[in-house]
């Protein structure tokens, strides 16, 4: 009798001490290094670019998947949590991650530091550019901050500001020299797009678009935004057939024949585009919201930038 109150007994001890060691683990997975300094930026642009400012001195999770919409995403409990436990919170603003925000603003609430990167970098306002078109997001602040790389440099240096004020235990010298290297790859960026723009002839220098997501990139390399598919600034938004009727009256009066759509969305809207207009109109692909997987085409800010640019050279130029 002895011997199986024993057995039972080790039974229990044995279950409990694995109990103990999957709980451990499953926080451990869940939470990281506890002794870590922790970032956590909300959408995969901004994270690369964080990441490119933090490199080894803290750890940075990044809540959007690649090829996500950053107007629809959402949050598990987990990652919810992940925001209420960081050192810094790194986010768009603007009204971008839409349905993220509350949890950004419960984090702050919480004592987190949090920082809005579109609300720093000079923010301009939509227009959608749509001569005699609906225009119902003009004056409001367009989140699309980083088309404008110029406006990354300035985010990418108030980011570095900011891991050095709140995040403890980094190493300040190896954060500025990570932003100053960055910078200088941004400036190079800026170069090689104006370069790669400057064959694109005053004529043919107008954007069609999915929704409007460009406005930052033409005002600072010269182009047009004749409209878009979708006549707002968040892809939750859908045209009606008078908005589709009203832009291709828009492109026929500029001349214009390309519509720019994202790689993450369905180009359904711009087919139908094409249709109204007769078929001769080119789709082209661009990444403009969500970074993809690495090796798959814009698996960073800086390879995403250039293949938008190549992308939108040759598509406007007919090369």
Not at 284 to 311: D, F, H, I, P, Q
Request: proline share 4%; with cysteine.
């Amino acid at each position: 009798m002895s011997v199986r109150v024993g057995a039972a007994r080790l039974r229990a001890a044995l279950v409990t001490l694995i109990s103990f060691f999957v709980l451990a683990a499953a926080t451990g997975c869940a939470g990281g290094d506890a002794e870590r300094p922790r970032v956590v930026v909300t959408t995969n642009i901004l994270g690369d670019i964080t990441r490119e400012i933090v490199g080894d001195e803290a750890d940075v999770s990044v809540l959007m998947k690649p090829n996500a919409d950053p107007h629809s995403f959402g949050l598990s409990a987990v990652q919810a949590a992940e925001l209420e436990n960081a050192d810094l919170v790194v986010y768009n603003g603007l009204g971008l991650e839409e349905n993220v925000l509350r949890h950004v603003e419960a984090a702050r609430e919480s004592g987190v530091a949090t920082f809005a990167a579109g609300e720093a970098a000079d923010p301009l306002t939509f227009h959608t550019g749509r001569d005699g078109g609906p225009d119902d997001e003009a004056g409001e602040p367009d989140p699309h901050f980083w088309t404008d790389p110029d406006r990354v440099r300035k985010a990418a240096g108030l980011i570095a500001d900011q891991v050095t004020e709140h995040v403890d235990g980094v190493n300040e010298k190896a954060v500025r020299a990570n932003a100053t290297r960055y910078d200088g790859q941004l400036a190079d960026l800026t170069t090689w797009m104006e370069k790669s723009f400057a064959a694109v002839p005053e004529n043919r220098r107008a954007l069609v678009t999915n929704h409007h997501v460009f406005g930052y990139l033409a005002d600072r390399f010269g182009f047009r935004v004749i409209g878009a598919v979708i006549p707002s600034g968040t892809t939750l938004a859908s045209p009606s057939s008078s908005d589709l009727r009203s832009l291709t009256q828009a492109m026929e009066k500029a001349g214009v024949r390309t519509v720019f759509a994202d790689s993450s969305q369905p180009t359904h809207l711009a087919e139908v585009l094409r249709q109204e207009m007769g078929g001769d109109v080119d789709v082209v692909s661009l990444y403009s919201e969500s970074l993809t997987e690495k090796g798959k085409g814009a698996g960073t800010y800086l390879e995403m930038m250039r293949a938008n640019t190549s992308a939108m050279a040759e598509g406007l130029t007919g090369a």
